[in-house]
């Protein structure tokens, strides 16, 4: 796994390529990201990247962590700590206290993009996995958005698991894989994807080059 | 903090007049055949604008050999070489949809403003006042 960067989604916009074709992209703004400890096979087993980002008030974070800053001696306090699994290789490269930004990715390149997506409830059938809505004539009666059966009669006399049915749709973790960077803006530091990304505006988004997962 | 409209913002073109509803506009469009490219020219009275930001389109309407033609341009592509006001029209709505049901004499928009050296792009003005100052 390589390198997460801690993002902001600021939304969607457009660029357009010389030729005058308009491309769709997202604009993320990436937070300040921080490296506040570095795992070693040795200590902790395995290789990593401890990145702490975003800002919060120093007096709402506990003194735990507030003294695992002071140690990494990080002036501020960063509001999350995330963990990014890398080679030994790749942790050699990075000291902690350093900061990291926009210019891991490059233009052009794949990335995936993790983020929480937009929460919609407990949502019906029809919504949540697009089954087909029933008849809403011919002498259909109270049943205008109800999922179709569910299964067999006697036997097996149950409902096998993994049925579509209702239930909580979106805020959950989605990672969308593959998406390409279009410009890298170092002096602002921004990032714009084509495409969407998942999560609403001004929500928290993970970045990492698709490189680094794939397997060797 | 960086807002999405102040990224949008910056990255608009300045190159353009202030053209609005009702004005009657001289669209040159960068056309690409083959390897080849050309300038083509749309005249006709901009019946819309749309949107804003990098997102913005304006629509313009024309009477081509009696039957009545609408283009969509995005205000912020490359391939919107230039747009110039032809004459500035005096029009109450935004969105100047009747005209679709007009025709002929009843199909013109009166102007109240002769004088079209002030509609100028935001590029020119810097320009002028540059001048202005030696």
């Known amino acids: 796994m390589g390198i997460e960067l801690t993002c902001k989604k600021l939304g969607m916009t457009r660029l357009y390529t010389e030729d005058g074709i308009s491309i769709p992209v997202t604009v993320l703004e990436a937070d300040s990201n921080i490296v ?46 995330t963990e990014s699994r890398v080679s030994v290789e790749t942790a050699a490269e990075y000291e902690v206290g350093q900061s990291l930004d ?28 697009g089954h087909h809505m029933p008849e809403a004539t011919h002498g259909t009666h109270e049943n205008f958005r109800h999922s179709g059966s569910i299964g067999a009669g006697a036997y097996p006399g149950r409902v096998i698991k993994g049925m579509n049915m209702p239930g909580q749709m979106g805020n959950a973790r989605v990672t969308t894989r593959n998406l390409v960077v279009v410009k890298v803006d170092a002096e602002q530091g921004l990032l714009f994807i084509q495409g969407g990304v998942p999560g609403h505006n001004n929500g928290t988004v993970r970045v990492r080059s698709s490189e680094s997962t794939r397997k060797a | 903090m960086t807002s999405l409209q102040s990224i949008e913002r910056a990255a608009m073109r300045r190159d353009l007049p202030p053209f609005r509803t009702g004005d009657t506009v001289k669209v040159s469009v960068r056309i690409k055949e083959g390897n080849k490219q050309r300038t083509q020219a749309f005249q006709g009275v901009v019946i819309k604008r749309h949107r804003g930001g990098q997102s913005a389109t304006f629509t313009v309407r024309k009477i081509s050999n009696g039957v009545g033609v609408e283009r969509v341009f995005p205000v912020e592509s490359p391939n919107i070489e230039q747009v110039e006001i032809i004459s500035r029209g005096f029009v109450r709505q935004s969105r100047l949809y009747y005209l679709r049901d007009l025709s002929g004499k009843k199909a013109r928009l009166h102007s109240k403003v002769r004088d079209l050296s002030t509609l100028v792009s935001d590029e020119e003005t810097e320009r002028r006042s540059e001048a202005d100052k030696d």
């Open chain 1, 36 to 81: 506040v400890q570095k795992k070693s096979e040795e200590t902790d087993g395995y290789s990593a990247l401890q990145v702490g980002s975003g800002s919060r008030r120093d007096k709402t974070i506990s003194k735990g962590l507030k003294g695992h800053y002071t140690k990494a001696g990080i002036e501020g306090t960063p509001r999350r700590v």
């Open chain 1, 102 to 129: 926009v210019s891991l990715f490059n233009e052009g390149q794949k990335i995936d993009v993790i983020g929480t997506s937009k929460g919609r409830g407990f949502a019906g059938g029809v919504k949540r996995h």
